[in-house]
């Protein structure tokens, strides 16, 4: 049997290592953007068919609240503040109610442990989930916008503003209804978080902020919704103060990066257990 000496063996054996060093850095780690686009796609495929029934309980209830608040009040800021706060009302069902329902059944059915394996961010996960389920908010919203319009009578000339409403306070209530979901201990009190903070955004959101005790008041301040709600609502009028609308926007923007950031450390403290 022949003998191979220590130096090839030695040579062999650097060779293979940088081969393998070589093929490791053939595999790039998963960058955000690509691994959020993913992720989005992955999730709005996989929630359409589930999710569209629900979708039109949320726009239903919204039209139907605003329906029976007709009979209340007539129009006015009173009006807008309505209709305003039924359009964001749907972004809250799905964006708080239904994501804190899904993360805190994924994590006590072990689902976390599957999202743990892909080579994708943590933030990349939690992003395409959150955007996933916002983008379901968007008809729902433009119908009962429009709906309101048209039992109110107010003008539909800024409707447009939606186009940055709807994705700040998306982003604000899933990031929120995310980190429900994830920090809570069972699933059934993830739900309970979730309905309870629809609630909220229900009373504290449609009915006119001058009508509600001083109290309450500065709960409804406490509530990301609330500035979504409010730069709506201020688009209504013919000259709108477009100061106010960017700085409510710019609240939601910045609760909605905050409500995200604690979403994706949640996802991590969860993930690792």
């Known amino acids: 049997m022949s003998v191979v000496p220590a130096e090839v063996l030695s040579g062999s054996a650097l060779s293979a290592a940088e081969g393998a060093g070589d093929a490791a850095e053939l595999g790039p780690r998963a960058r955000l953007w690509p691994s959020l686009a993913a992720m989005y796609r992955a999730q709005l495929s996989r929630a359409r068919v589930a999710r569209i029934p629900l ?84 008809p729902g919203t433009v119908v009962t916008a429009l709906v309101g319009c048209v039992l109110f009578g107010l003008p539909m000339a800024h409707l447009w503003v939606l186009v940055a409403v709807i994705p700040l306070a998306g982003a604000a209530l899933a990031g929120l209804g995310a980190a429900l979901g994830l920090l809570a201990p069972r699933p059934e009190l993830a739900t309970l978080l979730g309905q309870l903070g629809m609630s909220a955004a229900l009373l504290l959101g449609v009915l006119p902020a001058d009508r509600l005790p001083t109290v309450v008041q500065y709960g409804r301040d406490l509530l990301p919704s609330t500035y979504g709600v409010e730069a709506f609502a201020r688009s209504f009028g013919e000259h709108p103060d477009w100061a106010f609308v960017l700085g409510d926007l710019g609240v939601c923007a910045g609760v909605g990066v905050a409500s995200l950031a604690v979403a994706t450390w949640a996802y991590r403290r969860a993930a690792v257990r």
């Open 55 to 138: 979708l039109f309980v949320a726009t239903v209830q919204s039209v139907g609240i605003m329906v029976m608040m007709r009979g209340v009040v007539d129009g006015g800021g009173e009006a807008r503040s309505i209709v305003a706060g039924a359009s964001v009302l749907v972004v809250a069902f799905v964006g708080l109610n239904l994501l804190a329902q899904y993360f805190g059944q994924l994590r006590a059915g072990g689902g976390l442990d599957h999202y743990a394996t892909l080579p994708v961010p943590p933030a990349a996960v939690v992003l395409g989930v959150a955007g996933a389920y916002a983008s379901f908010t968007v």
